[in-house]
């Protein structure tokens, strides 16, 4: 795989852990279980709190918000695009192995699917990225930084 596409996806990955994290902490009384995707009025729900709660944290103006709600937005199409029409991955999966050999044809069209989406979505994804890191303030970039590098744990580092 070419160097550039594996720091795509590192960096496309980290960006949706960051933010699929902060999510999930924000969304602790919200259960949205299995693969199929979000109605709109729980995508839109599930934004307004994201953006509400790393704006509290980072202390972000309203044009940084409304960069942030744009991120969170190509975020979901990512995953929307990457999830495609699954519903169970599990039956996806055994439908692979019931055959005397594996479904490998099946496998790489699955991948070949998936790699798709992320080469269509992403540039719209990292420009929302750059673009909400970009206006934000020094001390702000710092914060996201000590973030990252806690790997979003919360509590006292030691």
């Known amino acids: 795989m070419k160097t550039w596409i594996k720091r795509t996806l590192i960096g496309l ?17 919200h259960h ?5 995707q979000m109605s709109q009025a729980d995508a839109a729900q599930m934004k307004a709190r994201v953006v509400q709660k790393i704006g509290d944290k980072l202390s972000l103006d ?9 991120l969170a937005e190509q975020l979901r199409l990512q995953r929307n695009a990457l999830v495609g029409s699954t519903t169970d991955p599990r039956a996806e999966l055994q439908s692979m192995l ?61």
């Open 13 to 29: 990955f980290g960006a949706s852990a960051l933010f699929g994290g902060l999510a999930v902490w924000t969304h602790k009384n």
């Open 32 to 36: 949205h279980h299995g693969w199929q």
């Open 62 to 70: 309203d044009n940084q918000k409304a960069k942030l709600g744009l």
């Open 98 to 158: 019931a055959g005397s050999s594996f479904d490998r044809s099946k496998a790489n069209a699955l991948i070949q699917s998936k790699v798709s989406a992320v080469n269509e979505q992403s540039p719209a994804l990292v420009a929302a990225l750059a673009d909400f890191f970009d206006s934000l303030k020094p001390e702000q970039q710092a914060r996201v930084r000590e973030l990252m590098a806690r790997g979003g744990r919360r509590g006292h580092r030691g």
